[in-house]
RNA sequence: GGCGCCAUGGUCAAGUGGUUAAGACACCGCCCUUUCACGGCGGCUUCAUGGGUUCGAAUCCCAUUGGCGUCACCA
């Protein structure tokens, strides 16, 4: 047998959210195509028309594009086997349901659902007009009575499967339920479009959640019924999420941001978020863990894949994240990171390019930039405590003794720059002949107001700005002789 | 409930009959350090349980348990 061109498809109903776990299903189909030289194609399955969202096929391109995941055919991408929109392909499908009723795998069902009392319940459709005689169906239809198309299950045996990732996969097909083919409103349904598509579309490979593993057999009998070759099944577990009880279920709103869109909003960058995500069920021959698209396109194998669900880690995203910040070009991450900050006074935001490179190293994600740099704009409240400090030997009281000195050194300065504190800092040192530790401590502290501070004491005085150091150093001073005064 | 899928540490996971059971995140400790971060070193913690098969089982089989999924005129 000839090896046919690889070729796998997105297939997503426009809801206008792009979950997780979709987006990893996505990723996978579009890298196990490029791994193998083939074609990945975004197919967009709308015929619910109830949940018509405006705009969904724009929000799903982008998200797409943002993750670097780009078709090579569908909707405005261009394609020899269009339209990519099921809704614009409705005359075919009914088309199609009609030579499976022709073939006797199908038939007309002219139950009411609404009087129908089986309709949803456990058990499901009775079978009602499986099995009805011609002239009824005649008379029906002169009526114009209106009907679905259902699909005729087999009531005894079994079908098999294969799913390259599961093996051979048994359902009986006493389990099989006479599914809806074509709606009322002369929709197709997911179960009966998405297989004569994948098959016009020449699919070679179904990449898709392991939800649909149940209904698999139900998709095998329709190719059977049409003669078509059926295409190679590969169904990936679900992404996880863990709750604060510790219970584990899919990943769901309670567990946090679960779009892509809502990661990105948080400050997580696209590429790190598909990296994490292509190696949440996915794992590489190697031990990299940093991978751009490219690198990913060329190792991708379905082999490494995972069979059992995945919990989504936010710790490890963050980490990750992290590794991408410190990777980044500083005026990029200067001018990306800008708009988290919020509204700056002048004299900081003159200074955000620097301000910024201090932070780079410093984050995990951009959300945490306001925590980070709230000191600058207001000085939390007095603490002595802060003034001690083991591993440096700082106490409040050796605090007090530094500072004075420290205010009238760091006044002199005139080029209040980075090189300029640092060296009088340095000097400082020198002339006190104290550590730099015991030095450094009191300032940064009586300069912030906090234990931890994105920079040390030259980045944050230079942030500050002379006067405002000053004013604040000679502020806590104050604050600190009352303490002491106050405590002995 | 029927049916199906899954089962290595807190999390992602390597592993495919013989290993001291990789690596990463998180956590803890130490070192370095002008705070934090970075970096370095070390530690913690895993083959769900019970039966087989085998000279030998995380690896194969069965059962149990647990988790998840599915039983729509949703996808």
């Not at 420290?406 to 002339?431: M, Q, R, Y």
Request: aromatic letters at 10%; proline letters at 5%; one cysteine or more.
């Amino acid at each position: 047998m000839e090896e046919k061109r690889v070729r796998t498809r997105f297939a997503p109903s426009p809801t206008g959210y792009m979950h997780i776990g979709n987006l990893r299903t996505a990723l996978y189909a579009y890298l196990f195509a490029k791994a193998n030289d083939g074609d990945f194609i975004l197919r967009i399955e709308d015929t619910d028309r109830t949940r018509y969202v405006a705009d969904a096929v724009d929000f799903i391109k982008n998200t797409l594009k943002a993750a670097h995941i780009i078709p090579d055919e569908g909707p405005g991408y261009g394609g020899d086997y269009g339209p990519y929109v099921q809704s614009e392909r409705k005359d075919v499908y009914l088309k199609y349901a009609n030579e499976l009723i022709e073939k006797g795998y199908a038939y007309r069902c002219f139950c009411d659902p609404k009087s129908d009392e089986t309709h949803g319940k456990f058990g499901g459709y009775p079978g009602t007009c499986r099995d009805l005689p011609k002239e009824t169906i005649e008379k029906n239809l002169a009526e114009g009575k209106p009907f679905v198309i259902r699909q005729k299950m087999p009531k005894d045996g079994s079908t098999t499967f294969h799913d390259m990732l599961h093996g051979n996969i048994t359902i009986d097909n006493d389990t099989l339920e006479d599914q809806v083919l074509i709606k009322r409103d002369g929709m197709p349904t997911y179960n009966f479009a998405h297989v004569v598509d994948d098959h016009l579309m020449k699919v070679t490979h179904v990449i898709r959640g392991a939800e649909f593993i149940t209904s698999t057999p139900k998709h095998v009998l329709l190719y059977k019924g049409f003669g078509w070759e059926t295409p190679a099944f590969i169904h990936l577990p679900a992404v996880m999420g863990k709750g604060e009880d510790g219970s584990v279920s899919k990943l769901s709103k309670r567990h946090g941001a679960t779009s892509f869109n809502e990661l990105v909003e948080m400050g997580y960058l696209p590429e790190a978020v598909t990296n994490y995500v292509a190696l949440l069920g996915w794992s590489p021959k190697s031990n990299q863990e940093i991978f751009t698209m490219e690198e990913m396109e060329k190792s991708f194998s379905l082999d490494g894949l995972s069979k059992s669900p995945a919990i989504f880690d936010y710790n490890k995203l963050d980490w990750m994240n992290g590794e991408y910040f410190k990777k980044m070009d500083p005026r990029e991450f200067a001018s990306e990171s800008r708009g988290f900050a919020g509204d700056l006074p002048e004299n900081i935001a003159s200074k955000w390019d620097y301000l910024a490179g201090v932070l780079q190293s410093r984050i995990s994600r951009y959300d945490e930039i306001p925590d980070q740099i709230h000191f600058f704009m207001a000085m939390p409240a007095f603490d002595a405590e802060l003034y001690r400090n083991k591993r440096n030997k700082v106490t409040p009281e050796k605090s007090a003794d530094i500072l004075p000195e420290a205010i009238e050194g760091l006044s002199d300065i005139d080029d209040w720059t980075p090189d300029g504190i640092n060296a009088k800092l340095a000097e400082l040192v020198e002339k006190t002949g104290l550590k730099k530790g015991l030095l450094m401590w009191p300032i940064r502290i009586a300069a912030s107001g906090q234990k931890v501070t994105p920079g040390g004491v030259t980045e944050i005085l230079y942030v500050l700005g002379k006067d405002e150091s000053i004013s604040r150093l000679k502020a806590s001073l104050e604050s600190l002789r009352g303490y002491l005064s106050e405590n002995n």
